[in-house]
């Protein structure tokens, strides 16, 4: 009887635990993954004007580069200045802010050459390759000026030679 008993606790309730946890995970999904490089066209309210030759708008087309951990991910631009976005992903919205506050201040308002403080964006699954439609917020208050963006996914090497 004894052993019986003991049998029933070392291996019944660890049994019972994992399938309380097998129904507890079942509604669980991972997020999608965004991870890689994409290609980025920053398309400013105003196209023309002299105070857009430095800065984040002087590199478009860029390349922007998303690392990804479970939902977190971080962001950067492949040009310096680059700031440095950390942020999430939920079902299929991004919401990023700028790593290091102090090197995003925007000293002039009236021109976009200060570092984007904000990414915000969401994801087309359906376009092939995926897409990213969103904006790049700079500054705070009164000075606040966004600029819309469009990345694509870069295609992965075994992509482009076929391999799969």
């Known amino acids: 009887m004894k052993s019986i008993l003991l049998y029933v606790v070392l291996v019944g309730l660890p049994l019972l635990g994992i399938v309380g946890l097998l129904q507890v995970g079942q509604s669980l999904s991972a997020p999608i993954s965004l991870a890689g490089k994409w290609n980025v066209q920053l398309v400013p ?80 699954r359906q376009a092939r390759p995926e897409r990213l439609f969103g904006i790049l917020i700079f500054g705070d208050g009164p000075s606040r000026a966004e600029v ?17």
């Open 148 to 164: 819309r963006l469009t990345a694509t996914r870069q295609r992965e090497d075994r992509e482009a030679t076929g391999d799969r």
């Open 45 to 124: 309210a105003q196209p023309q004007g002299p105070a857009r030759q430095d800065g984040v708008l002087r590199a478009s087309p860029g390349t922007l580069s998303i690392t990804q951990s479970g939902p977190n991910l971080r962001l950067s631009f492949d040009h310096t200045p680059s700031p440095t976005f950390e942020g999430s992903i939920r079902d299929v919205t991004i919401n990023a802010t700028v790593l290091d506050r102090r090197t995003a201040a925007m000293p002039n308002p009236a021109n976009y050459t200060a570092a984007p403080i904000a990414f915000r964006a969401t994801v087309d």
